[in-house]
Nanobody, 116 residues
Framework: QVQLVESGGGLVQPGGSLKLSCVAS????????MGWYRQGLGGAQREWIATLTQGRTTNYLRSVEGRFTISRDDAKNTVYLQMDNLKPSDTALYYC?????????WGQGTQVTVSS
């Protein structure tokens, strides 16, 4: 089972930037599409926010399009999420997983808090 480990979250002011990383235990990006997901506070449902296909095509949730960028480094088995112009509504626990996701591949996530 491929393991995915997220990092890079933190506390940032509105308008700020963060770059999240997701390291995979195997070189799988040429075989499976990868995505970022997030879950807000208070038991909110986890939502998909970005996809990067094997061919490097990207898709984004409308509310993050133009602010977030998904990318990958095959040599490092790492997928990234560059987040710019962050808003308080982006506060959430962020996860990476496959697209479609694998229930067995959810990691611990990385917390992003946007607050002044």
């Amino acid at each position: 089972q491929v393991q995915l480990v997220e990092s890079g979250g933190g506390l940032v002011q509105p308008g700020g930037s963060l770059k999240l990383s997701c390291v995979a235990s195997e070189n799988i990006f040429n075989f499976r599409a990868m995505g970022w997901y997030r879950q807000g506070l208070g038991g909110a449902q986890r939502e998909w926010i970005a996809t990067l296909t094997q061919g490097r095509t990207t898709n984004y949730l409308r509310s993050v399009e133009g602010r977030f960028t998904i990318s990958r480094d095959d040599a490092k088995n790492t997928v990234y999420l560059q987040m710019d112009n962050l808003k308080p509504s982006d506060t959430a626990l962020y996860y990476c997983n496959f697209v479609p996701y694998s229930e067995d591949s959810w990691g611990q996530g990385t917390q992003v808090t946007v607050s002044s």
